[in-house]
């Protein structure tokens, strides 16, 4: 049995594969125990597997692909969420976008994920950052709806179920992420090449769980939600809407590859607001190893 220690930033439904193979016993059949280690903060889970606290993280992939680009050993291995399954709400008197100006934007980084998509959107209606709106640090979706319930931001990018949920509550739906960026790899799975390398085999059997539980989960959707609903404490209903909206969308892939289009639209992001230096060229082969997949 070998332990491997997950990070991630929050108990988020597209990590749904990690709950169901824990719950299905796939994880064990393989010969996989699995600690989770919740960090609150996107830029934590980067920083765990650089540091070697974490084994395997499930990552919004721009932190991953500055350190592949600056020459470090973190690479992505596999895809889990190619679009980014979001919503930005607002407080219930925001009606639209233009309405932030001057405002408060919930995020947990200012580097990765959330803040680089709510950048995007805000620069459609001709809202730049910085300068026409602040970006507050409050941490990731649960913490974001905390704030926007106590009015301590004025908007947020939601995950599915949370946009859900703040919609029957009366807030704001100002957008889907996917209206601006429509195909985008928002979360996939990464580690360390020095872990990685020394630990193949395991890492193998970790991926061909997770593949199992996606394979499961998309013909047993009503079944999945009650685990996600146990394990993650979102209703069954929210979840199973959720859930149907990850594979009915495509944003689930069912054989854990990363979408080359959804990953080249990250690179253009990482470039565009300056995470990486323009001159410096960014490929898929130089921030995805492919081999550790292939082999699971």
Request: hydrophobic content about 40%.
């Given at each position: ?64 692909i500055g350190d592949a680009a600056r020459g470090g050993r973190l690479r992505l291995i ?13 407080a219930k008197w925001i009606k639209r976008i ?199």
């Amino acid at each position: 049995m070998n332990e491997i220690k997950i990070s991630m930033v929050a108990p988020a439904l597209p990590y749904y594969p990690v709950w169901v193979a824990e719950e299905r016993g796939y994880f064990e059949r393989h010969g996989i125990s699995c600690k989770i280690e919740i960090t609150g903060v996107t830029d934590k889970v980067t920083a765990s597997l650089a540091d070697g606290t974490a084994q395997i993280g499930m990552v919004t992939p721009e932190g991953v692909i500055g350190d592949a680009a600056r020459g470090g050993r973190l690479r992505l291995i596999a895809g889990n969420a190619n679009k980014a399954p979001l919503s930005l709400i607002g407080a219930k008197w925001i009606k639209r976008i233009e309405d932030l100006k001057g405002k408060r934007v919930g995020t947990s980084s200012l580097k990765e994920g959330t803040a680089i998509l709510i950048q995007r959107m805000l620069a459609a209606h001709g809202l730049n950052y910085p300068g026409d709106y602040e970006f507050s640090l409050v941490g990731a979706h649960p913490q974001r709806w905390e704030h926007l319930q106590k009015g301590t931001i004025e908007a947020g990018l939601q995950l599915i179920p949370y946009d859900y949920v703040a919609e029957e509550a009366g807030f704001t739906n100002l957008g889907a992420a996917s209206d601006y960026v429509p195909d985008y790899a928002f979360t996939a799975v990464a580690l360390d090449l020095g872990w990685g390398e020394c630990n193949r085999e395991a890492v193998g059997r970790y991926l061909r769980a997770l593949r199992e539980a996606v394979q499961w989960t998309a013909t047993n959707i009503v079944e999945a939600a009650a685990i996600l609903g146990r394990r993650v404490h979102f209703n069954d209903e929210h979840s199973r809407r959720g859930l149907s909206e990850m594979f009915d969308r495509h944003v689930s892939p069912m054989d854990l590859s990363i979408d080359r289009k959804a990953i080249e639209a990250v690179f253009d992001n990482v470039h565009r607001f300056g995470l990486v230096e323009k001159y410096v060229a960014l490929s898929y082969d130089r921030c995805v190893d492919e081999s550790f997949l292939a082999a699971a």
